[in-house]
């Protein structure tokens, strides 16, 4: 918020763009604040990038190509989760990857990765990613994120399964009896890393299971009820954040 109450735009800059208490903002950005927000000399810009900064300042100069912003303060950003949450989403039906990408950015996820598993229907090329690394920027300006989380490039299922190398690793199974995310003991300053496998629509084979389990997965229940797969992965990331004190 602005010092008058008013909701101020949140905009994400690369650090070689800040120098001697001065920001440049360059390309799509400057359209978007001149044609679209109508900005002006003078208005007040939210910046923030990966250095865990916000950066609130106002418009000093404007030309075609960019807007220069002068820096009136610097806090930290609170709004990054200590928690870095990976999710491992085998690649839906539709646009439901979209909506997946949106709620896990909007609850916390430090990083998305599109899975293509033996029993994904849809197998899109790389080129998609870079929508939804789109969806994802604009999720994580409207939830006021410190960073944009990454969508990574589409893997195959063992691989991204053998590139995962976080501290707990969780795979959702909807075949598991024995244990929950509550058997998990999820406690903050424990796990600092976690990566969350959800499987597509049918979801993963016992094969899958059985290789992702031998790479340390823990395989765990959602409960009673039968998920959608675009429904558990932000219900896990809700549950995560909430166990780790995040929301």
């Given amino acids: 918020m602005g010092s008058d109450g008013v909701s101020v735009t949140r905009f994400y800059i690369e650090q070689q763009n800040i120098a ?13 604040i001149l044609k679209v927000l109508r900005k002006k000399e003078n208005d007040m810009l939210e910046l923030c990038n990966s250095d865990n900064l ?21 806090n930290e950003n609170i709004t990054e989760p200590a928690t870095k949450l990976t999710i491992l989403q085998c690649i839906p039906k ?9 709620k896990c950015v909007e609850l916390g996820a430090f990083e998305v990765v599109p899975v293509l598993s033996e029993r994904c229907v849809s197998r ?7 929508r939804w690394n789109a969806i994802s920027e604009e999720a994580a300006k409207q939830c006021k994120r410190g960073r944009i989380p990454k969508v990574s490039d589409i893997s195959e299922f063992n691989h991204a399964v ?30 600092k890393t976690i990566s969350v496998l959800v499987g597509p629509e049918g ?30 992965a932000p219900t896990v990331a809700g549950i995560i954040m909430f166990c780790m004190n995040e929301i």
């Fill in 162 to 191: 053998d590139l995962t190398d976080t501290d707990l690793k969780i795979i959702c199974y909807e075949l598991e009896k024995a244990q929950t995310l509550h058997d998990l003991n999820l406690v903050p300053d424990k796990v």
């Fill in 54 to 74: 916000l950066y609130n300042g106002h418009i000093t100069s404007i030309s075609q190509d960019f807007i220069e912003v002068t820096i009136d303060r610097t």
């Fill in 20 to 32: 001697d208490g001065k920001i440049l903002i360059k390309g799509k950005d400057v359209n978007h």
């Fill in 94 to 102: 539709g646009d439901k990857m979209a909506v997946v990408i949106q």
């Fill in 124 to 130: 899109p090329e790389n080129k998609k990613v870079t």
């Fill in 203 to 232: 979801g993963l084979s016992e094969k899958e299971v059985e290789y992702a389990c031998k790479k340390g997965f823990v395989p765990v229940s959602l409960g009673k009820r039968i998920l959608r797969t675009e429904t558990a």
